[in-house]
């Protein structure tokens, strides 16, 4: 089966612009999380959604918000993007939301640049 | 919160060597233990996990273990091979994953 897909793949923003990611996940997965990976920080939890309302929250910004829908897929926005925002951004989905109980699944991310 | 930390940072051996990647976690209450590699340009795939209740398990060449006294957790990867070379990362969970740091391993024919 499909796994998880995110698009688009590549995108160069500008500073101070938005940005919309897209998720969907394995199908019949309905717990998507997201993830920030820079050289510096590297994999850092965003937040995590479960049958459409936000289950956890990493230490971000108020700039970066995503939301789930009826169908599982999922997406984030990051709002006035900053130079630091340049990333790999990276979807993973599991069955449910307990991770001790599921195996998550990542996509193949969305190399963020800001320029 | 719970804190993730991950040696070596990068990992050097012979071809058919073994390979040992070592993380400590902060939360006791942590149950699940995860490991990815990382191939550049791609999202991590998950290789092998273990769960609180086992303290080792074992897939082909890759072995985890675990000792959750000393929140301890280890991958192994004997008879190594040149496609091993990757970046791995461990991850500690109890409502979330938090990832370590990760360790860049290349495997020298």
């Known amino acids: 089966k499909a796994g998880v897909t995110q698009t688009p793949r590549y995108l160069i923003k500008t500073r101070g612009q938005q940005v919309t990611l897209s998720c969907s996940p394995i199908?019949?997965?309905?717990?998507v999380s997201w993830y920030q990976q820079t050289p510096g920080q590297g994999l850092q939890f965003l937040f995590e959604?479960?049958?459409?309302?936000?289950?956890n929250k990493g230490n971000f910004p108020g700039r970066f918000s995503g939301r789930q829908f009826s169908n599982s897929r999922s997406e984030m926005n990051v709002s006035t993007l900053e130079l630091g925002d340049s990333a790999l951004y990276l979807c993973?989905?599991?069955?449910?939301?307990?991770?001790?109980?599921?195996?998550?699944?990542f996509g193949e991310g969305s190399w963020l640049t800001v320029v | 919160g719970e804190n993730v930390e991950q040696h070596p940072s990068t990992l050097s051996v012979q071809e058919g060597d073994s390979a040992v990647i070592k993380c400590t976690y902060s939360?006791?209450?942590?149950?699940?233990f995860p490991w990815y590699k990382q191939e550049l340009g791609k999202g991590p795939q998950l290789i092998i996990d273990?769960?609180?209740?086992?303290g080792e398990k074992k897939d082909q060449r890759i072995a985890v273990t675990l000792n959750k006294t000393a929140k301890h957790f280890s991958l192994h990867i004997t008879e190594t091979q040149p496609e091993d070379s990757a970046v791995y990362f461990c991850?500690?969970?109890?409502?979330?994953?938090?990832f370590g740091t990760g360790t860049r391993l290349q495997v020298f024919p």
């Open positions: 993973a989905s599991s069955l449910n939301a307990d991770p001790s109980g599921n195996t998550i699944y």
């Open positions: 199908s019949g997965h309905r717990s």
């Open positions: 959604y479960f049958s459409e309302t936000q289950r």
């Open positions: 939360d006791s209450a942590s149950n699940y």
């Open positions: 273990i769960r609180s209740n086992v």
């Open positions: 991850a500690a969970s109890t409502d979330k994953l938090i």
